[in-house]
């Protein structure tokens, strides 16, 4: 035949039937070599998460609360703020609880039951607290509402961690969000509420007059404004978060980043170094952030001179950096790598801590919060990725569930050692360079650690 006549290959190769792999994305690939997806729309899934995310991320709008239960019940700031540890401490009992039972059942059942039991505890400790104290408080908002914040966290973050093979930063970061988004959220809301509004004012009132050695009490209709808020919040968070969760699943089984991918389990990861690394790694990031989040309405009051009203609104703006922190380092750790992106998240936090007890001026002090809660963020924006890239996706809910218990321990561990600080010398910036210090410790673990040997 002529040259440019094509000619028929005697022994042709079929074209291959199934996918083959692409082993850096461990990504099915079609006959073409394209990467293939799942069916299912994988951002439904992330979508139903993040929302989930906010109504739990109320539990960081706490500190709005503070003022006003002293207010009402007369309580130290120590007593106070118990609860909130509590929530947080249980939060890391029901991850490690939520992550085993995610891996058996899929993620649906333990998201809604987290939803349910988060929203039971604002409920009940509205309809109670006035009447039974700190003690209920504590057991509701605490343990009940912080064993559904942990069984509701662990799970759309593992599930939208196994949907996203390719990007895990960007998806774990991006579902994570929507915890710090949801406290700014709350906050907005809760500004935007005249009687709260009043309220606020009227609890910074009661207690000024308290310093001044004056009899006060908050009156009876704030008091009910108080529980009212605690009520219409778990009602609130229970209906919402229920039905995000009823969208939640895992990936397909042939799907990339399905369960059945390969991962160790949680015992042969809790025999490793490294997972006891990523441990330390979140638990002191998050002593350090918490001690702001827990206060910072008080802290900002006590730097600045800032009224109630403009402490509570100027928190409810910087909020927002707790939630854009958790995308953007995630994302930017997909490009710099996990231990070089939380270099970078320690060194920044022990200068702003340094420097911002002896700054009062409003502007400046609320930017340099705004920085903290953008690193704080980051650290829970990155952890879930670095987690799957060293111990895999079959257990990460389990693995990650247990990594998120220094969450909880933190949570007890950061905000008791502020109050303890208020109440014994009535000032918080005591507290502000020890943390520079537990800090500057904690940046040798990511610099030191190395990723695993093969399983």
Not at 405 to 420: D, K, N
Request: with cysteine.
């Amino acid at each position: 035949p002529h040259p440019s006549t094509p000619t028929l290959d005697p022994n042709p190769r079929p074209r291959p039937s199934t996918p083959t792999r692409d082993p850096d994305l461990d990504l099915d690939l079609d006959p073409d070599g394209r990467r293939q997806w799942p069916v299912r729309n994988r951002w439904v899934v992330a979508l139903a998460g993040t929302v989930l995310m906010a109504c739990l991320g109320a539990v960081y709008s706490f500190s709005l609360f503070a003022q006003p239960l002293q207010a009402a019940h007369g309580w130290s700031a120590t007593t106070t703020t118990a609860a909130f540890s509590l929530a947080i401490l249980f939060l890391g009992v029901g991850a490690l609880l939520g992550g085993r039972w995610q891996d058996r059942v899929g993620p649906r059942k333990v998201a809604l039951a987290g939803a349910l039991l988060w929203g039971a505890g604002n409920l009940l400790a509205g309809l109670g607290t006035a009447r039974l104290g700190a003690a209920w408080l504590q057991a509701t908002y605490g343990v009940v509402g912080g064993l559904g914040l942990g069984l509701g966290y662990v799970t759309p973050v593992t599930a939208v961690t196994r949907w996203f093979p390719d990007r895990r930063g960007l998806g774990g970061g991006m579902v994570v969000m929507g915890f710090g988004l949801g406290a700014f959220l709350y906050n907005l809301a809760l500004a935007r509420l005249p009687a709260f509004a009043a309220l606020a004012r009227a609890a910074g009132q009661v207690l000024a007059d308290r310093a001044a050695g004056l009899p006060a009490a908050l009156p009876a209709a704030h008091q009910a404004t108080l529980s009212a808020t605690f009520t219409g919040s778990g009602l609130l968070f229970a209906a919402v978060g229920a039905g995000c969760a009823a969208l939640l699943s895992d990936p397909p089984a042939a799907a990339p980043g399905a369960p059945a991918a390969a991962g160790r389990t949680l015992r042969q990861a809790a025999r490793t170094p490294q997972l006891w690394a990523l441990f330390g790694m979140l638990f002191l990031n998050v002593t350090a952030g918490i001690l702001f989040v827990s206060g910072a309405v008080p802290i900002l009051r006590e730097l600045t001179g800032a009224g109630a009203a403009t402490a509570v609104a100027v928190y409810g703006a910087i909020a927002l950096a707790n939630g854009l922190g958790r995308f953007a380092w995630g994302a930017v750790s997909d490009r710099a790598g996990r231990r070089a992106t939380w270099v970078l998240l320690y060194a920044v936090q022990i200068a702003v801590f340094l420097v911002v007890g002896r700054l009062h001026a409003l502007p400046a002090v609320a930017a340099l919060f705004a920085v903290v809660l953008l690193c704080y963020g980051g650290g829970f924006g990155v952890m879930p990725s670095f987690v799957a890239d060293w111990f895999g996706t079959r257990h990460l809910g389990q693995v990650y569930g247990l990594v998120l218990l220094a969450w909880g321990l933190a949570g007890v561990a950061g905000p008791l050692f502020a109050a303890r600080v208020k109440d014994l010398t009535g000032s918080y910036a005591g507290a502000l360079p020890v943390i520079a210090g537990v800090l500057a410790v904690a940046l040798v673990l990511p610099l030191a650690v190395r990723p695993p040997p093969p399983a």
